[in-house]
């Protein structure tokens, strides 16, 4: 419901006073809205019970100082965002995955990523893993990777010990990581050899 425009200046205390009263009751049925009330007795009145962000397709550009929180449509569904003064609006509740799933992927309010995956070495070989491809939904790396790991998983309880490792990577590649399986003298390459990885950059 609109506010009433009152008083004006052809207009008399009688004719106002009813106007007026209704503009009060209409601040605050809306102040009420996720607020503990004005007249309240707790003490909390004007403090939030609960937080809406409705979506905000045109956010601004932010002001040096300030912390800006607000909701925009990524890919249809809402997403919280966090914007550090003018700098680059990070998504801090994106994530992609399920409960059992063996890949995924989250983001941080730092603007931070982490993926994790299941890969798995045939005979001995390397393998790449492409972030992109391996995890579906993921929306990759931009500017680093700070750290890749790696855990190996015996299949069976008469696999032998292995160690898989960093083949090829560094900080600057941000499509990918080689893994490369290590094998001591006279261990069996007769087994697929499985292990979970996890990486987390910009």
């Known amino acids: 419901m609109a506010l009433n425009d009152v008083p004006l200046s052809s207009q008399t205390l009688t004719q106002t006073q009813?106007?007026?009263?209704?503009?009060?009751?209409?601040?605050?049925t809306a102040f009420a809205v996720?607020?503990?009330?004005?007249?309240?007795?707790?003490?909390?009145q004007g403090k939030h019970n609960f937080v809406q962000f409705p979506v905000n397709a045109s956010p601004g550009a932010g002001t040096v100082g300030e912390i800006a929180l607000y909701n925009s449509s990524t890919s249809?569904?809402?997403?919280?965002?966090?914007?550090?003064?003018?700098?680059?609006?990070?998504?801090?509740?994106?994530?992609?995955?399920?409960?059992?799933?063996?890949?995924?992927?989250?983001?941080?309010?730092?603007?931070m990523k982490v993926v994790w995956g299941l890969g798995t070495i045939n005979s001995g070989s390397n393998l790449s893993v492409t972030y992109i491809a391996a995890v579906s939904g993921f929306p990759?790396?931009?500017?680093?990777v700070g750290n890749v790991q790696l855990t190996p998983i015996r299949s069976s309880s008469s696999q032998p010990a292995?160690?898989?490792?960093?083949?090829s990577w560094a900080a600057g590649t941000t499509a990918n990581f080689?893994?490369?399986l290590v094998l001591t003298s006279g261990v069996s390459l007769?087994?697929?050899?499985?292990?979970?990885?996890?990486?987390i950059g910009i």
């Open 190 to 199: 007769a087994y697929p050899y499985y292990f979970v990885w996890m990486a």
């Open 34 to 44: 996720n607020h503990i009330a004005y007249n309240d007795g707790s003490g909390n």
């Open 140 to 144: 990759g790396f931009s500017t680093f």
């Open 178 to 180: 080689v893994a490369q």
């Open 76 to 111: 249809g569904a809402s997403e919280l965002y966090l914007k550090r003064g003018t700098g680059t609006a990070y998504s801090i509740t994106q994530y992609g995955g399920s409960a059992g799933s063996t890949q995924g992927w989250t983001s941080l309010p730092s603007g």
């Open 162 to 167: 292995i160690m898989i490792a960093l083949q």
């Open 18 to 28: 009813n106007p007026i009263r209704q503009n009060f009751s209409v601040i605050g």
